[in-house]
C-alpha cells in the first residue's frame, strides 16, 4: 500500500507537457532565432545578394514570401504556449522548415544559408534539450 496521496486529475492531465521555466527557455531561444533572422535579412540586403525569398531591390518577391522563415520560429513559440505536448513534432517540422529554405539559397547566397542552418541547427537542439523539461506522467513515470 502507498503513503502518497492519489494524483490530482490537474497532474494527470498535464504529463506530457512543459513546465513553466522549459517554456519560458523555448519562448526565449525563439525570439533570438526570429532576431538572427532578422539581421540575416537585414545583411542580406546590404550585401546585395538577397535570397531568393526575398528577391532582388529591382525585382522583389511577393511580400508575403518575406516571412517565410519566420514561420517556422512562430509557430514553435504558439505551440510551447499553447500546445506544448506537441512541440516535438512542431520543433522536427520547423527544423526541416529551415533547413528547406536554406538549401534553396545554397547557390545563390552560401553565406546567408550557412547561417539559416545554423538557425535550423539551434531550432533542432532547443526542441531536444525541451524533452527534459516534459512532465512526466505520475502513474507511469514515462
Keep these: ?6 494524483p ?3 497532474q ?3 504529463s506530457g507537457s512543459l513546465t513553466k521555466p522549459w517554456v519560458n527557455a523555448v519562448v526565449i531561444s525563439q525570439l533570438l532565432i526570429i532576431g538572427s533572422l532578422l539581421t540575416l535579412t537585414f545583411s542580406a540586403r546590404a550585401i546585395g545578394k538577397p535570397t531568393w525569398w526575398l528577391g532582388s531591390q529591382q525585382d522583389p518577391a511577393f511580400f508575403l514570401l518575406w516571412f517565410l522563415p519566420f514561420v517556422a520560429p512562430i509557430a514553435m513559440v504558439v505551440t510551447v504556449v499553447r500546445f506544448s505536448r506537441i512541440l ?11 533547413v528547406a529554405i536554406s538549401i534553396t539559397d545554397l547557390s545563390r547566397t552560401p553565406g546567408i544559408a550557412l547561417g539559416e542552418i545554423a538557425m535550423a541547427v539551434c531550432m533542432a537542439l ?4 525541451a524533452l527534459a523539461g516534459r512532465r512526466r506522467s505520475i502513474s507511469t513515470g514515462l
Design 1 to 6: 500500500m502507498s503513503l502518497l496521496p492519489p
Design 8 to 10: 490530482s486529475q490537474a
Design 12 to 14: 494527470i492531465e498535464t
Design 88 to 98: 516535438p513534432y512542431t520543433g522536427l517540422g520547423s527544423t526541416l522548415f529551415l
Design 126 to 129: 532547443t526542441t531536444i534539450a
